[in-house]
């Protein structure tokens, strides 16, 4: 079948409003969507959420244009999607986020900047910072700046000791030595040279000897009077402790962050399932809301669905709980493939997937059971015939307006046609 023309599908759609002419006027513009929330990937916003806001901003541009103002729709979108993801960062409440990284060395930078104050009588040069951390005088340097920018870029940002930092500072004097280093951005550069320092010392001077200087390992061999095979199997036994330091670092950082967050009572860190990193059921409700919200403003509506794995307790055990995580993470992949790409999945219970439909209402009941079937057949390939017997998909759904009336209405009607889905199941299986 060939490629109808955009504008073609456009007006068909304005004068039909069929469903899948829409999906399909959706899939042909995909790419316009991603290219403008591409434009916005500085904001610090995850791209796939900027992505959803896009298609947002597509949807709502299908629903309002109106072919007779002589206006090209993809003209007309265009506006449309980049108002939708403004309006989406300004309600964050700023476009440019300072990096978990960045907040954890600016502390430490501070206390070191304190303490040498105090000892030397004067601020500090960025050599002595340097050397105090263990880090170069151009990683110091870096830092400062990229803080200063992230300063003027984001003047409503608050972080933590704030009124502490550099106050009276002048950062023009702060001297900077030239020195090498890996070739690498500033906030990776930072956490290499951090892990390099729980290597081996021959281990250090091998990777500084390699990548920093530019050495081969047959001169690297000769410089260290060892052989080129041990120069070789420093260099990959090394490289491997790196990626293995770097992860651990980046997973405990990103814990201690969350940790500091959640202590603030920060909704950011409630926003993904720590244990699938799909969105939490927090965040589901929260969107679930704000899309209710929309759809009273425009006159739309919005469709709820929620996927219930269940098994016997038994079953449940003998997975384990990292298990059932990964269960749910391959599972939220299958459902993005039945669903359009403006719809949201997340995890909404221990052993169950929350799906928010904007603008889908009440074709709500039909596409929960299209993703339930496709759940139902993944099953039957992701676990051998005596597990995948031992699971059962669970659904139900609701929507705005014409089946409830506010956002907890719909949540509660789901939950509740999911329980009944789960009670007509057990009978049947009685019967049989």
Partial sequence: MLKRDTEELVLEYCQTRDFELRDAITIQLSGLVESIARKFIGSGEPIEDLIQEGYLGLLNALNLFKPEKGVKFTTYATHLIVGQIKHYLRDKGKIIKEPAWLQELNSKINRVTNELS????????????AEFLGMTAKTVEDVLMMREVFKVSSLDAIYEDEEEEWSGYDLEKLNCEPCQTFNLPIEERVVVETAMQQLKQ????????????????TEIAHMLSISCNYVSHILRNATQKLRRIVSEAEWLDEQRFRARALARGDFEARILDPQTGLFSADYLAVRLREEVQRAARYDQSVGFAVFEFAAEKSALDALGEFAIGELLLQASAVVRETVRKADIVGRYGHTTLGLLLPYAGEHAPSIAERVAGALTEWLQTAFSPTMHERFHIHFGWAFYPRDCDDHEQIARLADQRLLEHRARARLTHDAA
């Fill in 118 to 129: 105090a000892r030397l009588g004067r601020p500090p040069t960025t050599q002595e910072i």
């Fill in 202 to 217: 021959i281990e250090q001077q091998v990777l500084h000897l390699f990548f920093e200087e530019g050495y081969n390992q």
